[in-house]
């Protein structure tokens, strides 16, 4: 009898520990704490971009080549990622919203990472931003230091990359350092 229960003792306390292993695991993908399509800001980003752009080349949608130099001050860019639910949730207010910010299609930058519905966001956004999508996103992701999607930020003129709230509907202001 003493065997026995010491078994059932040994299998409560193994489901303990993968219980309280997952329960950790969950709480960690929902923080968004690992880098990568659909995650939050590596370690090294706190708000998932660089602090400043590197330069970079890139074709949009419509053939045109832009580089940093091509947006101007204050210009907006945002990422986004197919197959990443909070992009999903992200790319109807993103697109209602810029309009009401009064800035010119050539000031917003829309950067669709490749996947299989890119065209469904290349063409919800070609109305509101210049949009740069294929391996030219994956570019231009790189020089602005992308670790996680969405990411929605502020370009200024001498390249420095400010993150801007995207939380709450309505809101795409700059986060206060």
Same mark, same amino acid.
């Given at each position: 009898m003493s065997l026995m +229960?010491?078994?059932v003792a040994l299998v409560g306390a193994i489901a303990l520990l993968n219980l309280t292993l997952t329960y950790g695991l969950i709480r960690r993908l929902r923080a968004g704490s690992g880098p990568g399509p659909g995650g939050g800001p590596g370690p090294d980003h706190e708000a998932g971009v660089a602090p400043a752009v590197r330069d970079f080349e890139a074709v949009t949608t419509q053939g045109r080549t832009i580089g940093p130099g091509d947006l101007p001050d204050g210009a907006l860019v945002a990422f986004f990622s197919t197959g990443c639910p909070p992009c999903a949730e992200l790319l109807p207010r &993103?697109?209602?919203? @810029?309009? +009401?910010? *009064?800035? $010119?299609?050539?000031?917003v930058?829309?950067?669709?990472? $490749? +996947? $299989?519905?890119?065209?469904?966001?290349?063409?919800?956004?070609?109305? @509101?931003?210049? @949009?740069?999508?294929?391996?030219?996103?994956?570019?231009?992701?790189?020089? &602005?230091? %992308?670790? *996680?999607?969405?990411? %929605?930020?502020?370009?200024?003129?001498?390249?420095?990359?400010? $993150?801007?709230?995207?939380?709450?509907? *309505?809101?795409f202001v700059p986060v206060a350092p």
């Amino acid at each position: 009898m003493s065997l026995m +229960g010491a078994a059932v003792a040994l299998v409560g306390a193994i489901a303990l520990l993968n219980l309280t292993l997952t329960y950790g695991l969950i709480r960690r993908l929902r923080a968004g704490s690992g880098p990568g399509p659909g995650g939050g800001p590596g370690p090294d980003h706190e708000a998932g971009v660089a602090p400043a752009v590197r330069d970079f080349e890139a074709v949009t949608t419509q053939g045109r080549t832009i580089g940093p130099g091509d947006l101007p001050d204050g210009a907006l860019v945002a990422f986004f990622s197919t197959g990443c639910p909070p992009c999903a949730e992200l790319l109807p207010r &993103f697109v209602a919203a @810029v309009p +009401g910010l *009064g800035l $010119p299609v050539s000031a917003v930058l829309a950067v669709v990472a $490749p +996947g $299989p519905e890119e065209q469904e966001y290349v063409d919800a956004l070609a109305e @509101v931003a210049t @949009v740069v999508s294929g391996e030219h996103a994956d570019t231009v992701a790189e020089a &602005f230091g %992308v670790a *996680g999607y969405p990411v %929605v930020c502020r370009l200024a003129a001498d390249g420095a990359v400010t $993150p801007v709230e995207h939380e709450r509907p *309505g809101s795409f202001v700059p986060v206060a350092p």
